[in-house]
């Protein structure tokens, strides 16, 4: 794909910014793996996860009458796993630490979400605005 090298560089930044990050792997909302970092990560394994999270957030979302699926954060005793929309096609799945802040992994991966989703449209979207999927789109 034209766009991995700035994808996985935006993830490498990602991890740069938060210490706690361990690992970030962005895919299409079908679950194919479009860029990773660390390398070594079991990356197309998440990826694949990620689009049966994605869809199972969006179903949750909708039936609860909410308008648009913002993140997905599964905390753990070693940490935890939070799924982020990178457009209408493409999700950005982080792994982090147990000691994250997680407001601040928010924050930083909504940014990291949307610079995927302006890589992948070809614009220059501002990363400050979180691209939502709505509702009932994106993965099955």
Known sequence: MAHEAAIRTELEGLRAR????????????DG???????????AEGFAA????????????????GQ??????????????????????DAVLLVLAGPHTNVGRLHLE???????????LDGSTARPERTAALPAGGGAP
Do not use: H, M, N
């Open 49 to 64: 996860l990620s689009a049966a999270a994605l869809g199972v957030g969006l179903r949750l979302t909708d039936a609860a």
């Open 109 to 119: 991966s909504r940014r990291s979400g949307a610079r995927v989703a302006a890589l």
């Open 18 to 29: 938060l210490p706690d990050v361990t690992g970030a792997v962005a895919a299409t909302a």
């Open 67 to 88: 308008e648009s699926f913002r993140e997905l954060l599964i905390r753990s005793g070693d940490g935890c796993v939070a799924l982020y929309p990178a457009g209408r």
């Open 32 to 42: 194919l793996l479009l860029a990773a970092d660390p390398p070594g990560l079991p």
